[in-house]
């Protein structure tokens, strides 16, 4: 919801302040989905605001299920910017006291900053868009709200939360850095969704002015690094904005980040075959990482390749494993982040909403909603 169209209409109607927070709990705490379920208002008020202030900013234009449980929603802003976000299912291993009871799975919410992007990485199908704009902080919290109310009605007691967000999805978050960063409060605020500021994760492609503007904020969220490769030549390949913001440039930056917060920078590593996996690069990439202050200060997450139409090739299990295996010796904490939603394109660098097509059915569905009104006969 718009909170500023919110506002003027409330002031217009004369609505106590505490109306408002009513009104933003109900819908960002509670995920109420729609004006009909805000039972509390009064009647003739919740007519008024289902007329003038849209209870999301976003449509649904499609709407699709993994097998892995993963759900991806496209969806569309007021002005037909196409843009997506996915709800990421992530079973866990282990059990619970007894040894026998399964621990729930985790939901991360991945949210788009921008429509398209700017920024050209070539293994990524997002880039092919070019940006289109970038989102208000109300479309990014909406991204989350029907995410949230998805998961809230597909768990047996109606009480599913979403454990985590990342900024992951489509653009670069540090390019519309003033609306991520309100909607991360939104997201965080105790009236809101209240998620812990450290369950959300901001990933840059290495936008240095946002590292180093986010190292002054309080407010303590994550910080992910997508390098993929540990020197300017082949990084350049992957990456047209190592041109601007070379790799020692980025170190600069993650130290000056990392002094000012002293918390840990998560570096994300996509594994391609023949491009950035040999042993050379996993020691050359230690040696980078370590050279910086020692172990402890990176967390390397090793990322499968998710097809995107390129001529790229993910890295074997094999080599997957030695790369670890080199990084780990050397002291450097590593994962490996297995895909989700890779069968309905919802994975890692496959977030890429066909523009036209998205605004040509956006276009006919108004059409034919405003043919409908004609339609309607008048009374005699
Ligand atoms: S990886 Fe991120 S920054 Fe690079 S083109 Fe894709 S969305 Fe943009």
Known sequence: MDLDVLDTVLKQRKQPAFRRRQIVRAAQHEFKGAWSELTTLPKELRGQLEAEVPFSTLTIDLEERSSDGSV?????????????????????????????????????ACLSSQSGCALSCTFCATGKMKLGRNLTRHEIVDQFLELARRRQSGSPDGEGRIDNVVMMGMGEPFHNYDEVMAAIRTLNSSDGPGLAARRIAISTVGWVPGIEKLAKEEIQVKLALSLHAPNDQDRGLLMPVNKKFPIARLMQACAYYRAQTKRRIFIEYLMLDGVNDSTEHAKELAHLLNAQEGPGGFHVNLIAYNPTGTDYIGSSDETVRRFSTILERSGLETSYRVSRARDISGACGQLAAPVEAARRRQREEKLARSKARDEVPTPA
């Open 72 to 108: 991806k929603l496209r969806m569309l802003t007021h002005d037909g910017f196409p843009l997506e976000a996915v709800l990421m299912r992530f079973e866990r291993g282990g059990a619970g006291k007894e040894g026998r009871e399964k621990l729930p799975p985790r939901y991360t």
